[in-house]
């Protein structure tokens, strides 16, 4: 066995360069066996997914965008405790923490609230860390099929508070459902 | 009698001009539609209802693009280029009988432009003109991919010129005319020529994929070695002319092959029709059939360039000088002995 024989991988096939016989170098043959392929697959189902008026099936662990909760009353979940930001593999959230005044108890839950919290969604990978990491479980990726509007401006990526806490509606909404059942 | 001649001859050719320009129009939408079938994809859809409209779309984008001239000394050979390949794409079309004749308010009408008594010759020299029209672009557009495009093209289409008219000679020993409307005639019901002569029609077949430069024969424009082919340096409208004669050229000779091989416009039950349903029916009918036999044919040229892979240089040589028209002139040595056999009363 020579060395350019020695196949590793056990895929190496020795190439044949046997002559062709008369019907073969006629192609004739061939030609006829690639036009019964070929027409085969004008019959098959078609692959293509028409874009706007078919969408593709979401997979059952799909992250969408982010989405900042509330709980049953209203208030805002997150303490700015940091965790999700130093948990970000693409270092994505900043954060600025604040202590609550008494006169806004049914704002926030916690005595302490993140005053800016910002994800910067150039960065953002959608990897779900952030939430796993959160430990009064404020942060979520929804199941959203809305995606990161395109934009030419950087700054427009940043996501703000105003974009990122749950609707109040929503949470009203949640909570009379919960009260409901 | 003869003013109306002139006007009945007019309205013909314009309206053969107007579908043969239908066809190249809509041979581009088909040729996108079948290569994505052929490859499980869906194909433009999005200009009218399933992308109906698309030609229309890509005429008017080809219209909109600058109008480009590299620096060569000759710009009027440079526009002479796609100019004589659409002129010889369309001439062609002169000679081809679209049907038996129609009784029109008591006049007979020839479907045919006109039918010259060497109609075949006609077609053959039309077509090795068409070769000017890629050389002149090629050599005038003043680049190496272009020339050497222009050359493959040129090289090629000589070659299997050659096979290609060898085939025929077959034929007309059969038929004994080279006017294509005797021939067509002489196909009645289902006694088809390439029945008679399979190897032929073959050779004819082959040969005319080389003649109209489409794959597996299409070296010209090897986008890998030769950029675009003697076409790189059109723009525009011309580059439009250029892909639009191919298209044209390749209606042409789907038609010349129905015509020459399958019957023309004769199709089975025609002598049933004709005494059941009038003259004018059974032409009509005729007609519809010569139209269905070119749209198989275009399909099959494009079935053919989505299962083929493109020859190299010298198996197209190869193929050409070494197979084609030693095969063709032992067909003719062989319908020779064939004919002299049957006493002259094969196809009479």
């Not at chain 1, 020695?6 to 008369?22: A, D, P, Q, R, Y």
């Not at chain 2, 290569?35 to 009218?48: F, H, Y």
């Not at chain 2, 526009?79 to 010889?88: F, K």
Request: charged share 20%; glycine share 6%; net charge neutral.
């Amino acid at each position: 066995m020579s060395i350019q024989n020695i196949s590793l991988s056990g895929k190496k096939i020795e190439v044949s360069n046997k002559k062709m016989t008369f019907l073969e170098s006629l192609y004739l043959v061939a030609i006829a066996k690639g036009l019964v392929i070929t027409i085969k697959h004008l019959f098959t189902r078609k692959v293509t997914i028409k874009y706007p008026e078919e969408t593709r099936e979401l997979s059952p662990v799909y992250r969408g965008q982010h989405m900042l909760m509330r709980d049953d009353e209203g208030r805002e979940r997150c303490t700015a405790c940091g965790l999700c930001a130093l948990s970000c593999p693409a270092e994505a959230i900043t954060m600025k923490a604040e202590e609550r005044k008494p006169e806004e108890k049914h704002l926030y839950r916690e005595e302490k609230y993140a005053s800016i919290y910002e994800i910067n969604m150039l960065r953002c990978i959608f990897c779900g860390l952030c939430e796993e990491a959160c430990p009064k479980q404020a942060i979520y990726l929804t199941k959203s099929r809305v995606m990161v509007k395109s934009n030419t401006d950087r700054e427009e990526f940043i996501y703000g508070k105003e974009k990122l806490v749950m609707p109040l509606d929503m949470a009203i909404r949640n909570t009379q459902m919960q009260t409901a059942n | 009698m003869d003013q109306a001649i002139i006007i009945e001859k007019g309205i013909f050719i314009v309206a053969i001009f107007a579908i043969t320009m239908l066809f190249a129009m809509y041979e581009t939408l088909a040729e996108r539609k079948i290569a994505a079938w052929l490859q499980d994809r869906i194909g433009p859809n999005r200009a009218g209802p399933g992308g109906i409209l698309q030609p229309l779309a890509d005429g008017l984008k080809l219209f909109s693009k600058e109008e480009f001239f590299p620096a060569t000394q000759n710009r009027f050979l440079f526009i002479c280029g796609p100019a004589i390949s659409m002129i010889t794409a369309l001439m062609t079309s002169a000679v081809i009988p679209w049907g038996s004749s129609l009784n029109i308010m008591g006049r007979d009408v020839v479907l045919q432009a006109t039918d010259i008594n060497i109609g075949i010759l006609y077609v053959f020299g039309v077509l090795s003109i068409g070769v000017y029209g890629i050389m002149i672009g090629g050599w005038a557009s003043n680049n190496k991919f272009s020339l050497m495009g222009a050359m493959r093209a040129a090289s090629q289409m000589i070659s299997y010129e050659v096979a290609m008219g060898l085939s025929i000679i077959a034929l007309t020993m059969m038929t004994q005319s080279l006017s294509l409307s005797d021939i067509a005639a002489g196909q009645h019901g289902w006694r088809w020529n390439v029945l008679y002569q399979p190897v032929g029609f073959l050779i004819f077949l082959v040969c005319s994929f080389a003649e109209t430069n489409r794959t597996p024969f299409d070296l010209a424009e090897c986008e890998a070695e030769l950029i675009g082919g003697y076409h790189t340096e059109y723009s525009s409208m011309k580059m439009g002319f250029y892909l639009f004669a191919e298209y044209a050229s390749m209606f042409i000779s789907s038609t010349v092959l129905a015509v020459l091989y399958f019957g023309a416009y004769n199709y089975p039950g025609m002598d049933w029709v004709k005494d059941n349903a009038g003259a004018n029916i059974a032409s009509i009918l005729g007609i519809g059939v010569l139209f269905i036999k070119i749209c198989f044919f275009i399909f099959f040229y494009m079935w053919i360039r989505w299962t083929v892979p493109r020859f190299r240089y010298d198996q197209l040589m190869k193929l050409g000088w070494k197979m084609l028209i030693p095969l063709a002139i032992a067909n003719i040595v062989v319908t020779g002995i064939l004919i002299l056999f049957f006493d002259n009363n094969l196809h009479l």
